[in-house]
């Protein structure tokens, strides 16, 4: 091993020697080769472009044979040539040149791999990074997703903690308006009626509205009044039509058309449809509502359509009718300022020019089931006598007890105090003494009431009184108007209210009525705050007993 290497060097040694010398002796010719080389590629590009191909692939055959004609002039005969060219100093410098040649092509090689290399880390980073950024992209994502899922279910808490508020709200609205009713039964104390006054709007607030099913705007009694700013008022609208169940046949033509449709530009026979109840056989009358019995008007035919005017608020207003009578439509209040009882001038609604009620919001908006926009009068006579039992007086307390003569109605059958509403077809007086002589009296005789005036009421109640005693004797007949103004109804709305002008007319002797129904349709019932048989406030009843020193509770 040692030998062959020795011999391996040796031989290497005298082939380098060897190409040396060669090299050496013909470089003349070397040159002179690749001058020739050079006027080839002059020749094939005389321009010397660089962007020109050198040779094409016939010339590249011609080189390679002047390259091999090249080699073979360098060929060394010498000796030392002629003894490197036996086989095995050949294949010894074989040998070498193809490990130099692999060495050169390893090298090559590795070059290569290392630009590759660098290219693929190049690749892989600019990879890793856009993952990464991805990876980025997608985490924003979800988490704008979960924002979002998060956002949604905290706007589903927040509605139903704003209807669970909303609903307490109206829990606690509910509460303080009962509350207000019951304080104001507890606290009537024996006052005179216009500080009982005070406890206004209960029945009007009442909810839902009477004859459907629409609840009324909650209103507590901090509100009540116009004066206090309540910005989140949004009353219901609600208006009756005239063929209602809550409307008798002889009152449809005296019930005036939907101003709130005309406004509106709308039908003015199609009125705002609101959820009523499913009409009866019979009329129905709710409790709470202020009402005599009193007995039709046919007067004006059915079909006919009384003109209205909705510019003559706060007015008394004449209308003919079809057989030439005149007929008094009264739009002023008696609703009068507690210190020179004058009567006020109610306002109208900025918008819609309709009257406000005078004593403040009611939660409706409307006509509601009542016949006239604005004041919507009635008239009724409270005929007392003193109780007696056994022929002397009925006391108790010390105080002598009141008894009212009451009617049932057919329709209802409640006990009703006789009057009857002011339509403007007869006097108000004349529809108090037509309304009792039919009730009491069954007389239907009431051409001769239509013009009865207040001096002409009084006399004819109390010649009942004279026909029972001599001339000589005192008859204790007194006559009070106990009240004249607004009344508390659960009709009333904030453009429709009830008023009312009520009469006591007391028989202090032992009176019997000629010709009184016994049928049993008339009644005498107490005075007192355990009345039921009054569809009437308790403030009017303790009032005339206040008057007459009664007993009421």
């Known amino acids: 091993m040692l030998i062959a290497s020795i011999s391996r060097r040796c031989v290497l040694r005298l082939k380098e020697y060897s190409d040396k010398k060669n090299s050496a002796g013909h470089r003349p010719r070397a040159v002179s080769t690749a001058s020739s080389f050079q006027i080839y590629r002059d020749n094939v590009n005389p321009n010397n472009n660089v962007t020109t191909p050198l040779v094409s692939k016939m010339d590249t055959n011609n080189l390679e044979e002047l390259n091999t004609k090249s080699v073979e002039v360098i060929e060394d005969h010498s000796l030392l040539g002629r003894l490197l060219s036996c086989k095995p100093c050949r294949q010894v410098t074989d040998n070498q040149k193809h490990q130099l040649e692999l060495s050169k092509r ?22 890793q990074e856009a993952d990464k950024v991805q990876e980025k992209l997608d985490g924003l994502t979800n988490n704008v997703t979960s924002v979002q899922k998060d956002m949604d279910v905290q706007r589903k808490s927040l509605r139903q903690i704003n209807d669970r508020v909303v609903s307490l709200e109206k829990i606690m609205i509910d509460s303080h308006i009962l509350l ?56 219901t609208i609600i208006v009756l039509p005239k063929d209602h169940q809550c409307f008798r046949d002889d009152e449809r033509p005296f019930v005036e058309p939907n101003i709130l449709k005309l406004h509106s530009g709308d039908d003015e026979e199609s009125d705002v449809a609101v959820d009523t109840l499913v009409t009866p056989t019979t009329p129905t009358v709710p409790s709470g509502t202020f009402g005599a019995i009193e007995p039709g008007v046919s007067i004006i035919p059915s079909d006919f359509i009384i003109p209205f005017l909705a510019d003559k608020w706060n007015q008394i ?54 016949m006239r926009w604005g004041p919507n009068k009635s008239i009724m006579a409270i005929i007392t006598r003193w109780k007696k039992h056994r022929g002397q007086f009925a006391v108790i307390d010390g105080q002598r007890i009141l008894e009212a003569l009451v ?9 009703k105090l006789p009057g009857g509403k002011i339509l403007g077809i007869e006097t108000p007086y004349g529809a108090v003494c037509r309304s009792f002589n039919k009730l009491a009296l069954q007389d239907d005789d009431s051409e001769h009431s239509l013009s009865l005036q207040e001096s002409d009421m009084i006399d004819h109640f109390e010649s009942f009184a004279r026909s029972s005693t001599s001339s000589d004797e005192q008859t204790g007949f007194e006559k009070h108007m106990v009240y004249q103004g607004y009344i508390d109804d659960v009709r009333n709305t904030d453009n429709s209210w009830v008023e009312a002008e009520i009469w006591n007319f007391h028989y202090g002797s032992a009176i019997s009525f000629p010709n009184l129904r016994t049928d049993g349709m008339a009644l005498w019932k107490d005075v007192t705050y355990n009345s039921r048989g009054f569809l009437m406030q308790t ?14 509770e």
Request: glycine share 4%; aromatic share 12%; proline share 6%.
């Open 106 to 127: 390893n090298w090559e090689d590795s070059e290569a791999n290392i630009y590759w290399k660098y290219k693929a880390k190049e690749f892989y980073a600019k990879t």
């Open 180 to 235: 207000e009713k019951i304080r104001s039964t507890i606290q009537q104390e024996d006052k005179s009626l216009p500080e009982s006054q005070k406890f206004i709007h209960i029945l009007s607030r009442e909810s839902p509205y009477t004859y459907t099913n629409e609840a009324r705007f909650p209103v507590t009694e901090r509100y009540i009044s116009w004066k206090i700013p309540f910005d989140l008022y949004d009353p």
């Open 317 to 370: 207003v004449e209308i003919e009718l079809p057989d030439g009578k005149k007929m008094i439509v009264d739009r002023k209040t008696w609703i009068t300022n507690p210190g020179d009882k004058i009567a006020i001038m109610y306002n109208l609604d900025t918008q819609l020019l309709l009257p406000l009620n005078p004593m403040g919001r009611t939660g409706v908006r409307g006509r509601g089931a009542l």
């Open 407 to 415: 009617f049932k109605d057919k329709l209802t059958n409640d006990w």
């Open 539 to 552: 403030s009017i009843l303790r009032e005339i007993a206040r008057i007459h020193d009664a007993y009421f």
